[in-house]
């Protein structure tokens, strides 16, 4: 069981490091970029930013009553923070959206909306109608501008 678990942890770990490596995409030349503070990233991932970090410490927790080195849970808690938090860039530009180290292609975006919080945009995901939520900026103020019904 202990193997199951190390290596359940290997595969956290690949996944956190990729999850982290696209967050440092750099947006397309002549993009109006804003970056994303720690707070306002914090508010965006919503529950995600309580519940990712508790997860972490609870492996942090059985890793040390199974009396197993916490190195590798460890990691997985700092990878964690690093992306839940790490002050991305959040543009737009001719080919599209980046956020989230993600490109929303521009064909892909269906319409904007204004919220409280910033905007909504509704989005053809992989198939899929999603709609995600923008920060108040400039680079927001640009999308509502260009996809507003």
């Known amino acids: 069981m202990a193997d199951f678990l190390f290596y359940a942890k290997i595969v956290l770990l690949i ?3 990729y999850d982290v490596g696209i967050l440092f995409r750099k947006p397309e030349e002549g993009s109006k970029v804003a970056k994303l503070d720690f707070w306002t990233e914090m ?3 919503g529950i995600n930013a309580l519940l990712i970090p ?3 410490v609870f492996i942090i927790c059985l890793d040390i009553v199974q009396e197993v080195d916490i190195y590798l849970s460890t990691s997985l808690f700092v990878l964690s923070l690093l992306y839940l938090g790490y002050p991305r860039p959040f543009a737009f530009g001719k080919n599209g959206i980046l956020l989230d180290g993600k490109i929303i292609a521009t064909d892909r975006i269906l319409k904007a909306k204004k919220t409280e919080k910033g905007a909504k945009i509704s989005i ?3 198939g899929w109608l ?4 923008l920060p108040v ?3 927001t103020d640009s999308i509502l501008k260009e ?3």
Not at 130 to 133: A, F, G, I, R, S
Request: aromatic share 14%.
């Open 130 to 133: 999603m709609e995600k939520d």
């Open 137 to 139: 900026s400039d680079v």
């Open 15 to 17: 996944v956190l490091l």
């Open 43 to 45: 508010e965006r991932k």
């Open 124 to 126: 053809e995901w992989y």
């Open 147 to 149: 996809f507003s019904d």
């Open 54 to 56: 508790s997860t972490m």
